[in-house]
């Protein structure tokens, strides 16, 4: 079975902080994605890589960066945590976009204080 | 962008009732998919189906490409069928998924 693991369950951090969400994935999977998810606005692609050291901006980028430094592992960066990124983070990966279903992580819940 | 909209947002059921959830979509798409997410939040693909009609169990789904929608279908719904579920399509570029906002079911025993 596909494994995508994140590294927190649940985090709280102050607003000016600096916060790592890392994802890895167990099926060597080209693609992988930052997903957040809140309320009545179902899931929002925030960046996508499709290989090693590649990244592409997907709707809601702003505030966010990413690191993809080995295949398996693809983690989002908060440079400086506000208020309005408490969210549901979620890291998803496929094999080939749009012939493969994705596959989720667990989630990660982030509140900024 | 490609808009994707569910309805209803949400619906309560009573345990045994049928149901279908619907989802329409602004442009032709590459692929669609309907995932499950549980009360503990994780997202489980239902459904990988760009066009005809799927069955799993008490679950089917219909895509109807040309017009730009899609049906969720759920029989007999259990309680462990709560949740939220979410359409999701892919672009023509096969790149992005863009999710549905979802439609919140409870199953009532």
């Known amino acids: 079975d596909v494994k995508v693991t994140q590294s927190s369950r649940y985090l709280v951090k102050r607003t000016g902080e600096k916060v790592f969400l890392e994802c890895v994935q167990d099926?060597?999977?080209?693609?992988m994605f930052w997903y957040r998810q809140d309320p009545g606005l179902g899931l929002r692609l925030i960046y996508f890589?499709?290989?090693?050291?590649?990244?592409e901006k997907g709707d809601i980028p702003e505030g966010y960066s990413v690191s993809r430094e080995k295949k398996e592992r693809f983690s989002l960066i908060l440079e400086s945590a506000s208020t309005n990124q408490t969210s549901m983070y979620l890291c998803?990966?496929?094999?080939?976009?749009?012939?493969?279903?994705?596959?989720f992580g667990p989630g990660t819940r982030l509140l900024v204080l | 962008g490609i808009q994707v909209e569910q309805s209803p947002p949400d619906l309560i059921l009573q345990e045994g009732a049928n149901s279908t959830l619907r989802c329409n979509f602004s442009?032709?798409?590459?692929?669609l998919q309907w995932f499950h997410q549980n009360p503990w939040g994780q997202l489980i693909n239902l459904f990988y189906?760009?066009?005809g009609t799927k069955q799993n169990g008490r679950l089917s789904a219909t895509t109807v490409a040309t017009e730009r929608y899609s049906l969720l279908y759920i029989s007999s719904s259990q309680t462990t069928d709560s949740g939220v579920y979410f359409c999701?399509?892919?672009?023509?570029?096969?790149?992005?998924?863009?999710f549905g906002g979802g439609t919140r079911l409870m199953v009532k025993p």
């Open positions: 890589s499709y290989d090693v050291k590649m990244k």
């Open positions: 189906i760009p066009s």
């Open positions: 999701a399509v892919i672009n023509n570029a096969g790149n992005m998924l863009t």
């Open positions: 442009d032709s798409v590459n692929n």
């Open positions: 998803a990966s496929t094999g080939t976009v749009g012939q493969e279903t994705q596959y």
């Open positions: 099926m060597d999977h080209e693609n």
